[in-house]
């Protein structure tokens, strides 16, 4: 019986595990390589590297530690997965340091993910699976949270909804992920199912060439549906 994530004869998700200290590495290296559905393509102990390595070895996923020698994981992460990158690399930001600031900017910086070091290892192994699948591992509750501390910060565009390629409903329901709303929460408050949602998301993401929620919710606030 395989577990969440893991698909019988589907080529195992490559994953680049970035840490400075060696006793970490080495931990989070061992349970990855445990899982038949996960392969650890190499390790490295700075930023540097791990943006040399990560395109070389082909990783699905690269796991970054935040404070790191030479380059750190926030700026590694821009030059793997920001704006502007061509075939951005997914990333998932690890570290020991539980501050909004870090979250914020990894998440600028253009990761899809971010967990703690303190994080139970089937936590770990959900996030790699919920990364490489190409979506975002970030409770609402925490988008909700990150938004409306640091929504000062994103500069509205001066669009107006009228300039949005989205029907009303879209948008509606784009305003609601901005709120923070999960999936379960959007659908009964207009209504619909839970797959009605996942499918009004997906449009929006497409439409708007946006990676996950998180982006949606900068959106959202840039071109003035929020505030």
């Known amino acids: ?49 791990a943006v040399d390595l990560a395109r070389r070895l082909r990783a699905d996923v690269v796991v970054m530690d935040v404070r790191m020698p030479v380059l750190d994981g926030i700026e590694a992460t821009r030059l793997l997965a920001g704006a502007g990158v061509d075939d951005p690399v997914k990333v998932l930001v690890v570290t020991t340091f539980n501050l909004d600031e870090y979250v914020y900017e990894a998440l600028r910086a253009g990761a899809s993910g971010f967990l703690l070091k303190d994080a139970p290892p089937a936590q770990l192994l959900h996030g790699i699976r919920t990364v490489a699948t190409g979506a975002a591992l970030l409770a609402p509750e925490v988008t909700r949270r990150l938004v409306g501390r640091y929504a ?17 409903r879209e948008l509606e329901v784009l305003r609601l992920i901005a709120d923070g709303l999960s999936n379960s929460e959007i659908a009964g408050a207009l209504v619909i199912s839970q797959e009605t949602v996942k499918t009004f998301v997906s449009r929006i993401l497409t439409k708007l060439s946006l990676r996950d929620r998180v982006q949606a919710v900068v959106y959202a606030y840039r071109n003035g549906l929020v505030t």
């Open 152 to 168: 000062a910060r994103i500069r509205p565009t001066g669009g107006t909804p009228h300039d949005i390629p989205l029907t009303p």
């Open 1 to 49: 019986m395989t577990t969440a994530g893991e698909q019988v004869g589907a080529a195992p998700i490559r994953v680049l595990v970035c840490d400075d200290q060696i006793l970490v590495r080495t931990g989070l290296v061992t349970i990855i390589d445990a899982q038949p559905d996960l392969e650890v393509a190499g390790e490295c102990g700075d930023g540097q590297s």
